[in-house]
């Protein structure tokens, strides 16, 4: 028969084991926060880190020459404990993993070393009118369709969803509002097949159009093909390319990143600044100047981090260039940005209060509050149209204004211009 004694060592083994493997768990996740998933250094430069956490690291890649925290170069693989100041270096631009594990023991996760070059770029802070058309047509949701015989009926209901780009219709392509119209007016059927694409991935669907009292088939499907607004570009390359807003073109009824096909940003105008309030995000209301003079280049890409693509206009010699600073060399404490309030860009104080450098949220890397008295005058701080705005610290760039807090407008957040350049 089990003893008290017995019953109460097994007792305390058990809570010692939960002790243990909850400490274990909180860890894991706690160094997984503190830990970024990719990392960029430049070529043929030093790169210190310390992260003083108790984990081991392996430093895998081809030829990748390594500075341990004990200065020692190699050229194959090295461990190497991340309780410890260390340095990064590599001659080679390519990609390397390092294989981080708690202990020495339990894997936690992969960070991604990015060797770049580094680079100049001319920072902007320039105004710009933006319009994009979609690659296929944006599916906004669905609705009901009243049929011949008076019934409402939602046909395209759980079949097509938000978020959805219609390619093809009865497999015709179609590019644009326009053309799915037309494509609907020739059905002689209710049957229509649409290919879709949904996350990725294209699909086939089947939707049954309902026959309306003129004699015409709906599918009860609200779309969109594309979108125009103000931003601001926040750099140019020497080699004519571009980087502006700092975050993504979103639909503003489904919250997608939209996918892209075309698009230009021209010069633009501000008539108005609205300023922003607590609860409400003020706006710099401008107009966009679409004619052929007034177009400033063509839109390639729109990314998580920003829209990028060509600047057709001339380089001016006198335009200043700034190097980049990496997510590591970022400090919290004075910086400016630059941005287009009136008829010129102007720099101005803010203060960089936080920064996020493993945030999951790239658009958030930071947080910055704006100090200048000019700009707190005329705008109250961050207002729609300012993201894109370049960051500037110790004369050089290390990101973009991306978002606003609607509640302080005199903060908002920032992405790290690595993200910007890396897509």
Known sequence: METLKSRYKRFLYLFLFVDILLFVIFSFFWIRGRVPEKIF????KETEFD?????????????AEVISNHSEKVKENIVFSFQEPFSLYSQKKGSYDISLKLFGVIPIRRINVDVIEEKELIPSGRTVGIEVNTNGVLVLGTGEVIGRDGRKVEPAR???CTGDYIKSVNGKNVETKEELVSSLKKLQEGITYL????KGEMIDVVVEGVKTKDGSYKLGIWVRDDTQGIGTMTYITD???????GHGINDVDTGVLMDVCSGSIYEAGIYKVVKGEKGTPGELSGFIKKDTQSKLGTITQNTAHGIKG???RPLADSWERKQIALKQEVKRGKGSILC????????YEVEIEKIYANSISKSKGMVIKITDKRLLEQTNGIV???????ILQNNKIIGAVTHVFVQDPHRGYGTFIEYMLED
């Open 310 to 312: 060509k600047f057709q």
């Open 340 to 347: 287009q309030i009136g008829s010129e860009v102007k720099e």
């Open 51 to 63: 992260f003083s956490l108790p984990i081991e690291a392996n430093i895998q890649g081809e030829k």
């Open 41 to 44: 250094i430049f070529q043929n």
């Open 384 to 390: 729609q149209g300012m993201s894109g705005s370049p």
């Open 195 to 198: 290919t879709l694409e949904r």
């Open 158 to 160: 759980n079949i097509v």
């Open 239 to 245: 080699d004519g390319e571009f980087g502006a807003l």
